[in-house]
């Protein structure tokens, strides 16, 4: 059935009576286009065409996002939540649908509370993983917490969709490694692992972002790393032999010890090898010449350094400081389209030739950045958390395809992507073809209302849905049912709920 009409005035009105009006931002009002634009990372979604939110409210207590789903529900406004703004559809800032919606955007709620004791640490939504990373250093240079490279991401949307970086060989993804949560439901009440039941639990670790409430907070387990971690960028040039390197690389990553990750971002007519190692460079140069001697790498390559360094020295560069991980605008702004794929055999090498051949020098080709999987992110079970990309699965491959300037060159790289992606069929996994959610595709597909009722369909969602979570699709759409049978924390990609007979 359908709810009452959305009513906007009313709805300021609700949120106006508990929530302070400098955290409430209207469509017109002088600091909207700023709040919305600050953590827009994907330029294609600056353009005011899109549809926008119809407020902005930026709350800095669990009360404040409690009476706005409240007052969403009462007067018929659904709500969008932003953490780090990172979605590459950008799903948590606008709607492809002329739907009115609000954002909750939970910048202010950032805190960071490690208990270098129990190995744990408390950190909010809003907070980005460089402040999880710089604070967990400050407790112990022995301890780390496996995300994502970029130290610009926001905790909440990364760790609903997995959340995988240079650890995840060693200790998974973050969603593998949280222990306990804080989230207002769909009915607006706070709930933490132990009230909201294990399935909604297992839900919000790994199902995406938007679909079983607002988390606030995450309770994670920090994890031990050597004092002094080990990073080496190689490139290699076509002449140089980057394709033999990377047909080996293909079996040989996933297959090494799990102190060893060695991802590659191959573009142009080179490819990059660059690793973390746990550990120094005089373990690391025996082992390398014993597993990949082809690679050559050699002491001269070591670059030896605390854990929390090599996160800045990764994404940022050599120069980087570790107080540049905090830095809130430190991204490049670019206009992109992202795709992913997982690899479970080996592609061969003529395949590799014609990429780079035809492929690589097209022109708006972008880069393809390789992960290994292997030793812990495969050794769990399918089903342990929903994001199943497990055994079997050799390696991930993120497309990546941006330009920088109006945006009208657009239509070269999009369609680079796309054909790209189309070329890379055969030689992915199949049945489904796999894809992960935290990569944002809507060309994977998006939900349908069908006529006559007022919640997504659950069959139309298979086919996107299996492909982000294979089996485990069908669960997390049981458990939206059971938390949120209306439907109300609904996106473009959001779980879509099962209503089961009981
Ligand atoms: P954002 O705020 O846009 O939210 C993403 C989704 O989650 C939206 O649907 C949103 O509604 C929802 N959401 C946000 N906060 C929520 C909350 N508190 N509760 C419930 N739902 C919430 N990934 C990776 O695994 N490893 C990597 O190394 C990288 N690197 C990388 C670099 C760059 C530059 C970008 C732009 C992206 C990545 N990513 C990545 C992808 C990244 O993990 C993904 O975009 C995350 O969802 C981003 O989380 P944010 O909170 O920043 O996004």
Redesign the pocket.
């Known amino acids: 059935a359908k709810g009452p009409t959305p009513s906007k005035d009313d709805f300021l009105s609700c949120l106006a009576k508990d929530i302070p009006p400098k955290l409430l931002y209207a469509k017109g009002s002088p600091s909207y286009s700023s709040v919305l634009v600050s953590t827009i ?1 994907n330029l294609r979604y600056l353009s005011f065409k899109t549809v926008n939110p119809v407020y902005i409210v930026t709350p800095t207590e669990i009360a404040h996002i409690k009476n706005t789903v409240l007052c969403g529900r009462r007067y018929n406004i659904r709500i ?9 559809e950008g ?2 800032y606008r709607s492809e649908s002329p739907e009115p919606f609000a954002i909750v955007d ?1 910048n202010l709620m950032r805190s960071v509370r490690v208990d270098g004791k129990s190995r744990t640490a408390w950190v909010e ?1 809003g907070a980005q993983l460089g402040d999880l990373y710089y604070e967990i250093s400050k407790a112990s240079p022995k301890l780390a917490f496996p995300a ?3 130290p610009t ?2 905790v ?3 760790f ?6 240079m650890l995840l060989r060693k200790y998974g993804v973050a969603a593998d490694n949280v222990i306990d949560a804080k989230l207002v439901d769909a009915n607006g009440k706070t709930q933490d692992r132990k009230s909201m039941g294990e399935d909604h639990f297992w839900a919000i670790r790994g199902g995406g ?2 679909s079983f409430g ?2 606030v907070s995450w309770k994670v387990n920090l994890l031990p790393v050597p004092p002094t971690v080990t990073v080496f960028q190689i490139p290699k040039t076509l002449n140089e032999g980057a394709i033999d390197l990377l047909t080996k690389w293909q079996e040989l990553a996933p297959a090494l010890p799990d102190d060893l990750m060695i991802r590659v971002m191959a573009q142009g007519q080179k490819a990059v090898f660059e690793a973390l190692y746990l550990g120094t460079c005089t373990t690391l140069v025996p082992l390398m010449k014993t597993r990949f001697p082809e690679l050559a790498m050699n002491a001269s390559h070591c670059n030896e350094m605390p854990w929390v360094q090599s996160i800045a020295y990764i994404h940022l560069g050599k120069n980087a400081t570790v107080k540049d991980i905090l830095n809130r605008t430190s ?1 490049i702004r670019a206009f992109g389209k992202y795709k992913s794929d997982y690899v479970s055999k080996p592609i061969a090498k003529p395949v590799w030739e014609t990429i780079y051949r035809d492929w690589f020098s097209k022109p708006g080709a972008g880069i393809m950045i390789m992960d290994p999987y292997g030793a812990t992110i495969s050794a769990l079970n399918e089903t342990t958390t929903p994001f199943p990309h497990r055994k079997n699965v050799l390696y991930n491959i993120q497309y990546i395809t941006f330009w920088f300037g109006d945006g009208a060159p657009s239509v070269m790289p999009i369609k680079w992507i796309r054909d790209f992606y189309a070329f890379m069929e055969p030689y992915v996994t199949k049945n489904p073809r796999q894809a992960y959610v ?3 595709d809507l060309d994977l597909g998006v939900n349908k209302v069908p006529a006559g009722s007022n919640v997504t369909s659950y069959i139309a969602g298979k086919a996107w849905g299996e492909r982000y979570f294979k089996g485990n699709f069908e669960k997390l759409a049981i458990t939206k049912g059971k938390v949120d049978p209306t439907d109300y924390f609904r ?1 473009e990609q959001s779980i879509p709920p099962l209503l089961t007979m009981v």
């Open positions: 990372r969008r939540v932003r953490s780090g703004g990172h979605d590459y799903l948590s939970l939504s994502g490279v970029c991401i926001g909440g949307g990364h609903s969709g997995g959340g995988f970086g972002g938007e607002i988390v991204s935290n990569y944002r996106n």
